[in-house]
């Protein structure tokens, strides 16, 4: 969890708190498959929403099949995007928020039920305190993949280049 997110779970109150604590319970017991989807778009492919009650949303990165981390917690407010959980990742991460309609694809690869986000793409170490776990090797170049097949972390590594993984 980074260090914003523990802030915002800090401030988690009441029926949210509970819709909190049930969702970090099967995120334990289920890994990707507690998520709702993926997110699209430049520089967000690789994370994934939890609804968790009303407007309020998890953002998580998976670095492997078994390790999450959260990133942030908030709402999804339209009408105060100084305050919406989107825009405050999109600051973030200092990428533009993406227009138009968006798909929601799901959080876990189809064939292998693996997470689709293996990588930190670099910011979040530095944006968001996200340390990668030993054998984790986060990219700083935007990965490029043929397939929509994603690499587990204890096999391989995003290759920076077109081909997918390489061997470690």
């Not at 523990?6 to 819709?19: E, F, H, K, P």
């Not at 969702?23 to 994370?47: F, I, N, P």
């Not at 390790?67 to 989107?86: I, K, M, N, T, W």
Request: proline share 5%; hydrophobic share 35%.
């Amino acid at each position: 969890m980074t260090r914003l997110a523990q802030r915002q779970r800090d401030r988690l109150r009441g029926a949210v708190l509970r819709s909190y604590t049930n969702w970090l319970s099967q995120l334990k017991r289920e890994g990707c498959r507690a998520m709702d989807y993926r997110m699209t778009g430049g520089g967000v492919e690789h994370l994934c929403v939890k609804h968790l009650r009303d407007n309020w949303r998890a953002i998580v990165a998976f670095h492997s099949r078994h390790h999450a981390v959260l990133l942030l917690l908030g709402q999804h407010l339209d009408r105060s995007p100084e305050l919406d959980v989107y825009t405050q990742l999109y600051r973030l991460a200092d990428i533009d928020r993406p227009d138009g309609q968006r798909t929601k694809l799901p959080c876990c690869d189809g064939d292998t039920g693996h997470p689709c986000s293996p990588r930190t793409r670099g910011w979040a170490a530095a944006v968001l305190g996200v340390t990668a776990p030993h054998g984790v090797l986060p990219t700083h170049a935007k990965v490029g993949r043929t397939s929509k097949r994603c690499v587990d972390a204890a096999n391989g590594a995003p290759h920076a280049r077109e081909g997918g993984p390489f061997r470690t």
